[in-house]
Nanobody, 115 residues
Framework: QVQLVESGGGLVQAGGSLRLSCAAS????????MGWYRQASGKQRELVAA???????NYADSVKGRFTIFRENDKNMVYLRMNSLKPEDTAVYYC?????????WGQGTQVTVSS
C-alpha cells in the first residue's frame, strides 16, 4: 500500500501562484509514475500533469506553460507549481502514484481561484 497526503491548497486571486505538495509513504519502492489530477464541481476528474520515475513529464493543454510538476525521489515527494492561476483552475487536486498495476490516490486538496 502507498499512502499519499497532499498539502498546499487554498484560496488565491487570479494571476497568483500556489505550490502543491504530495508526500508518499508506505510501500514506496518502485513507484514509477506520479501525477496530479483535478476535479471541478460537476465535472469529471482530469489529468493535470504527470511525471515518470526518470523525470519525463506531460501536461494537460490547459496548464502548459503555467504549471510545473517535479519530484524528489529520495524524499518520496511530488510537487505541482502553479503560476498565473485562473478561476477555471478551481478544483480539488488529487495526487496519484502508480506502482506495478496499482494506482493510489490522495484525499485531495482544494484550490480556489477568485476573479
Amino acid at each position: 500500500q502507498v499512502q499519499l497526503v497532499e498539502s498546499g491548497g487554498g484560496l488565491v486571486q487570479a494571476g497568483g501562484s500556489l505550490r502543491l505538495s504530495c508526500a508518499a509513504s508506505g510501500s514506496t519502492l518502485s513507484i514509477n509514475r506520479m501525477g496530479w489530477y483535478r476535479q471541478a464541481s460537476g465535472k469529471q476528474r482530469e489529468l493535470v500533469a504527470a511525471i515518470s520515475d526518470v523525470g519525463m513529464t506531460n501536461y494537460a493543454d490547459s496548464v502548459k506553460g503555467r504549471f510545473t510538476i517535479f519530484r524528489e525521489n529520495d524524499k518520496n515527494m511530488v510537487y505541482l507549481r502553479m503560476n498565473s492561476l485562473k478561476p477555471e483552475d478551481t478544483a480539488v487536486y488529487y495526487c496519484t502514484a502508480s506502482r506495478s498495476v496499482y494506482n493510489y490516490w490522495g484525499q485531495g486538496t482544494q484550490v480556489t481561484v477568485s476573479s
